[in-house]
């Protein structure tokens, strides 16, 4: 059974950094495409990053672009999200996901295992 574990969320003020962590278990981590998707209430879950089975390919969306990096560890089994000059309206939930689908995936509905998700709160 894979599992997909977060961590690295919490309290910031605006124009901070954090780095948000995801630990994939029970699976072969090398095959899988893996995305950040982020939901804050009320709200859709959207994607923020995803990165191919490789990490040489990588997506990023206009909100998010040019702020957040999406990299992965092999050995490590681990995929990381940089975030940087946050800003309150990156307040969200945010889940790590995994892709059966080796390729770079930026549909949520590719995405076959979910993490349970770690709170970002931006303070203004």
């Known amino acids: 059974q894979v599992q997909l574990v977060e961590s690295g969320g919490g309290l910031v003020q605006a124009g901070g950094s954090l780095r948000l962590s995801c630990v994939v278990s029970?699976?072969?981590?090398?095959?899988?495409?893996m995305g950040w998707f982020r939901q804050a209430p009320g709200k859709e879950r959207d994607l923020v990053a995803a990165?191919?089975?490789?990490?040489?390919?990588?997506y990023y969306p206009n909100p998010v672009k040019g702020r957040f990096t999406i990299s992965r560890d092999k050995a490590k089994s681990t995929v990381y999200l940089q975030m940087n000059s946050l800003k309150p309206e990156d307040t969200a939930v945010y889940y790590c996901?995994?892709?059966?689908?080796?390729?770079?995936?930026?549909?949520?509905?590719?995405?076959?295992?979910w993490g349970q998700g770690t709170q970002v709160t931006v303070s203004s």
């Open positions: 996901s995994a892709s059966g689908h080796s390729g770079l995936e930026i549909r949520s509905s590719a995405y076959d295992y």
């Open positions: 029970g699976g072969t981590f090398s095959r899988y495409a």
């Open positions: 990165i191919g089975w490789s990490g040489g390919t990588t």
